[in-house]
Structures are given as structure tokens and as C-alpha cells.
């Protein structure tokens, strides 16, 4: 088998291509052109996969990659993925996650109809939210330019399915985390800031709104999901999420207890970081993807957090003694 990932630097594309590779998979990686390359979070798989350059943007550098490696896969991760930036950078967003999904699908209609594609979908599709808990039935209300954007990637993978026959998948993957999530992040944010603080790196950590509530799993969980999607003789949509939610005040509290701090003494709330409209509550439920799929999460919301923490720990320690 081969499988193509856009987006393979990232998070979910490293996880997803050491999970490939186990399978025996041939694993062709897109990345973009640029000045500084960040391979980091697969540098210890590089030399077991293909990487090759081409650019969402880029219509005809997709159809070349395609009907040059012909693969059986197609796992669109590519994304501007930061909620924040979508505001600052709204058309870019658009550009990547919804234009970009429509040409990685039309590039599929023009090589091969027969390819299984996978496309990332969010829970920041859900904004605010009509109901509790969210499913693949729960009606979109996006709060963000990036939840927008990733309304229309959802649809255009529908409607390429419902077209032209092709075993497109959307996964409505809910908060996914893990010691390899960018230190942009809440969740990375705030087990760096407390593995700092213990160390005596960091006196302070500022964040948003502590209220906020999501539902966060591990991210080497949710790439099973999206290889099982494929798997399947018919395409579909499918929430993945633990169905469980807690707050950010929760999260904070675990990794800080974790390292035997009380976080009152050091988060402090700063405007800044509070986004201009909020998705307070997003509770997944994954019972669709448990009974067709046979998936279900294995790391607890605590256990992720303390492997982050212990991570973050260990990758700063050294720093110490600078």
C-alpha cells in the first residue's frame, strides 16, 4: 500500500505516518517550500519515507504528485491549524483549508477516482454548539474564520463523495494532543509553562479564558481512527472524541499538580489571549465511530497531560545548567 499525507510535519502526519510505516505502508510526504524546513517530528523516520514538494495553492504541482506515486491513500492533514491566527490571517486560512481540500479532491477526480481520501475535519465546526453532546448530526455554527473554513472542507468532501462516487471520509476530530503538539497550543502551552516554572525557567504563565471546555484526546489515538476510515468498503463522516470534557482551569490544575505547584500562585489571565468570539463547550460523541469503525481512545485526558509534563521536563532540563 501507499499512502500520500499532506501536512506530514505535523503533529497528527508524524503519529500517522509511524502508524503507516508499522503497517507496511510506502509513505509519500508533501511539504511545502520553505526558507527554514522544520522536520522535527519526523526526523526519526525520514529516512523510511518519501518527502516531496508541492503546495496545497498549487493545483498542478498536486496533480503531478498524484499521478506520479499513484497512491491507494490520500490523508489531507495540511491546514492553517492555529484558531488565533484565522482572525489575523483570515484569507490565507480560507485559501488553505477550503480551496486547498477542493483542489486535493479535484486532483483525485482527475488521476484516480479509485483513491480512499481522508480529510481533517474539526470540532471548531461546531462553534456554538446546538446541542450536547456534538455527533456527525449536530448542525454547524462556527465561531472562527478557521472553523468556517473547515465547514466548507467538510461539505466540498461530501460533495465529491456524493458526486463523483470517490471514498472521501471527513473525520470531525475533536482537541487532540500530545508531547509533540506546537508550543502555540493551550494544552503545550501550559505543560511547557508549568515543566518551566518547576525548573525555575519561568516565574509566571499567562493565559485566556480558563473557563473554556473541550473534549482532548491523544493524537497517536485519532490517526487509528483516521487509517480505520479508509479501511472501510463505504466512506463517511465520523466524530472521533474521548466523551469526555473538561475545562482549561482542569488542565491546568493536573499539570501543575503533576510537578507539586499550586497554579494560583503562578497563571495569571491576560485579555490578549482571549479570542474575539468563544466556543465554550465542545463534548464529542464517538458511538458512530465505536460501533462502525470498532474505535475507541486508550490514553485518559490525566495520563496525556503528565506525559506532556514529563516531556517538556525532560526536553528543558538540560537548559538549566546552560
Do not use: C
Not at 510537578?259 to 491576560?270: A, E, K, M, S
Amino acid at each position: 500500500m501507499r499512502a500520500l499525507i499532506t501536512g506530514i510535519t505535523g503533529q497528527d502526519g508524524s503519529y500517522l505516518s509511524e502508524l503507516l510505516l508499522e503497517k507496511g505502508y510506502e509513505v509519500i510526504g508533501m511539504v511545502r517550500r520553505a526558507s527554514t524546513e522544520s522536520f522535527e517530528r519526523i526526523n526519526h523516520i525520514k529516512d523510511k519515507i518519501t518527502l516531496v514538494q508541492a503546495d496545497l495553492l498549487d493545483q498542478l504541482s498536486i496533480v503531478n504528485i498524484i499521478d506520479k506515486y499513484r497512491p491507494q491513500e490520500v490523508y489531507n492533514l495540511a491546514a492553517q491549524s492555529f484558531v488565533p491566527t484565522s482572525w489575523n490571517q483570515p484569507v490565507l486560512t480560507g485559501e488553505f483549508n477550503a480551496m486547498g481540500v477542493t483542489k486535493m479532491l479535484e486532483a483525485i477526480r482527475l488521476v484516480d477516482k479509485n483513491i480512499h481520501f481522508y480529510q481533517a475535519s474539526s470540532s471548531e465546526m461546531f462553534g456554538k454548539v446546538k446541542e450536547v453532546p456534538q455527533t456527525e448530526k449536530t448542525p454547524f455554527h462556527p465561531r472562527s474564520p478557521y472553523g468556517v473554513s473547515k465547514v466548507y472542507g467538510h461539505w466540498i468532501t461530501i460533495n465529491y463523495r456524493e458526486s463523483y462516487g470517490i471514498h472521501a471520509n471527513s473525520g470531525i476530530l475533536f482537541n487532540h494532543e500530545s508531547p509533540r503538539r506546537g508550543l502555540e497550543f493551550v494544552t503545550r502551552k501550559i505543560t511547557d509553562g508549568a515543566a518551566k516554572i518547576k525548573l525555575g525557567l519561568a516565574d509566571k504563565l499567562a493565559l485566556g479564558n480558563l473557563d473554556a471546555k473541550r473534549d482532548w484526546g491523544f493524537a497517536g489515538d485519532y490517526v487509528r481512527a483516521m487509517w480505520l476510515m479508509l479501511q472501510q468498503d463505504k466512506p463517511g463522516d465520523f466524530v472521533i472524541a474521548t466523551g469526555r470534557t473538561h475545562s482549561v482551569k482542569d488542565l491546568v490544575e493536573i499539570a501543575f499538580g503533576y510537578v507539586d505547584l499550586d497554579y494560583h500562585d503562578y497563571v495569571i489571565t491576560d485579555p490578549r489571549f482571549v479570542r474575539p468570539a468563544e466556543v465554550d463547550l465542545l463534548l464529542g460523541d464517538a458511538s458512530h465511530a465505536k460501533e462502525k469503525l470498532g474505535w475507541e481512545p486508550t490514553i485518559t485526558f490525566e495520563k496525556l497531560i503528565e506525559m506532556m509534563v514529563d516531556t517538556d521536563l525532560k526536553r528543558l532540563s538540560p537548559k538549566k545548567n546552560d
